[in-house]
């Protein structure tokens, strides 16, 4: 069996991205606009289309990852960009683009050479960089197709000319004609994915930023709590596939609340008075998880 996302070639062996264009067009989901406009623009303005970039700290960090972490490491093997395999970005990409691991030595090095060029270069060659990594994100195809089955030995490896979602069905596409119901896209486990449990302990490296299904199944879930994901950030949000987190004022409003209590008093310091005021302010979490994570 050919894993998903990698196609094997004439000669049987397994054909991977060569180049960063050659993996943007591995998951060219440009077609989706077609049909799905609105979702489509929804999903333009959320974290997942620009998951390299993220809140604004992503790319700086996967920067540092290489420069400090990768390169100090002792076993690692890295001493230079032209070291760098797959498996040392997967640190990061794990989550911020996980169909890297589709993809040869040779793009794992590109990416940190646009991440330099993005950070360090002149106002022309960043303006590139960022045009390019722009283009490596997690789009349809990701979530509805490459991500979209957890339990593969029961419910089996998703297939190329599926897209799975919560319809059974023909789907109007050549490419991908048909449409299967997958129960856990609905359910929190879909996104713990990556919003996840703690350090990938798979890894060589173990290292997760991210911890918030661990938050949402040990202090939400576990005392009875019955919203999911993606009830509050999809649905309650009104914000469907644009997905936000704590940055977005919609969110704040639904995630804080703030209570406030003051009382101007005079104090008498010898033979000064000085006018004061005592506040107490009261911030409560309604959220299933910690604020902020990932």
Same mark, same amino acid.
């Given at each position: 069996?050919?894993p998903?996302g990698l196609q094997? *070639?004439?000669?049987?062996?397994?054909?991977?991205a060569?180049?960063?264009? =050659?993996?943007?067009?591995?998951?060219?989901? !440009?077609?989706?606009l077609?049909?799905?406009?609105d979702?489509?623009?929804?999903?333009?303005?959320s974290?997942?289309?620009?998951?390299?970039?993220?809140?604004?700290?992503?790319?700086?960090?996967?920067?540092?990852?290489?420069?400090?972490? &990768?390169?100090?490491?002792? @076993?690692?093997?890295v001493?230079?960009i032209?070291?760098?395999?797959?498996?040392?970005?997967?640190i990061?990409?794990?989550?911020?683009?996980?169909q890297?691991? =589709?993809?040869?030595? !040779?793009?794992?090095q590109e990416?940190?050479?646009?991440?330099?060029d993005?950070?360090? *270069?002149?106002?022309?060659t960043?303006? &590139?960089a960022? =045009?390019?990594?722009?283009?490596?994100?997690i789009? +349809?195809?990701i979530c509805?197709?490459?991500?979209?089955?957890?339990?593969?030995?029961?419910?089996?490896?998703?297939?190329?000319?599926?897209?799975?979602?919560?319809?059974?069905?023909?789907?109007?596409?050549?490419?991908?004609?048909?449409?299967?119901?997958v129960?856990?896209?609905k359910?929190?486990?879909?996104? #713990?994915?990556c919003?996840?449990? *703690?350090?990938?302990?798979?890894l060589? =490296?173990? !290292?997760?930023c991210?911890?918030?299904?661990?938050?949402? &199944?040990w !202090? @939400?879930?576990?005392?009875?709590?019955?919203?999911t +994901?993606?009830?509050c950030?999809?649905?309650?949000?009104?914000? #469907?596939?644009?997905?936000q987190? @704590?940055?977005?004022?919609?969110m704040?409003?639904?995630?804080i609340e703030?209570?406030?209590?003051?009382?101007?008093?005079?104090?008498?310091? *010898?033979?000064?008075?000085?006018?004061?005021i005592?506040g107490?302010i009261?911030?409560k979490?309604?959220?299933?998880?910690?604020?902020?994570?990932?």
């Amino acid at each position: 069996m050919v894993p998903f996302g990698l196609q094997a *070639g004439s000669s049987g062996r397994i054909k991977k991205a060569k180049t960063v264009d =050659e993996l943007v067009a591995m998951y060219d989901s !440009s077609e989706c606009l077609t049909c799905h406009a609105d979702i489509a623009e929804q999903w333009q303005q959320s974290l997942h289309a620009r998951s390299i970039f993220g809140t604004g700290r992503t790319i700086a960090t996967i920067l540092t990852a290489y420069k400090i972490g &990768l390169k100090n490491f002792p @076993y690692a093997g890295v001493k230079d960009i032209k070291d760098l395999k797959v498996e040392h970005l997967m640190i990061c990409a794990k989550c911020h683009l996980p169909q890297l691991i =589709e993809a040869e030595d !040779s793009v794992a090095q590109e990416i940190i050479k646009l991440a330099i060029d993005y950070m360090e *270069g002149d106002e022309k060659t960043s303006a &590139l960089a960022q =045009e390019k990594l722009e283009k490596l994100n997690i789009n +349809c195809l990701i979530c509805h197709q490459r991500n979209a089955i957890i339990h593969k030995w029961v419910d089996g490896y998703p297939q190329k000319d599926t897209v799975y979602g919560s319809k059974n069905g023909e789907h109007p596409y050549a490419k991908m004609p048909k449409m299967k119901a997958v129960d856990t896209m609905k359910e929190s486990i879909f996104c #713990g994915q990556c919003h996840g449990l *703690g350090p990938n302990f798979e890894l060589d =490296e173990p !290292s997760q930023c991210a911890t918030l299904y661990g938050y949402y &199944l040990w !202090s @939400y879930a576990a005392k009875g709590g019955p919203k999911t +994901c993606q009830d509050c950030h999809m649905r309650e949000s009104g914000l #469907g596939h644009n997905i936000q987190a @704590y940055r977005d004022k919609k969110m704040q409003e639904m995630a804080i609340e703030f209570t406030t209590h003051f009382r101007p008093i005079y104090w008498r310091d *010898g033979s000064v008075i000085k006018p004061l005021i005592y506040g107490l302010i009261e911030i409560k979490n309604k959220t299933g998880h910690a604020i902020p994570d990932g």
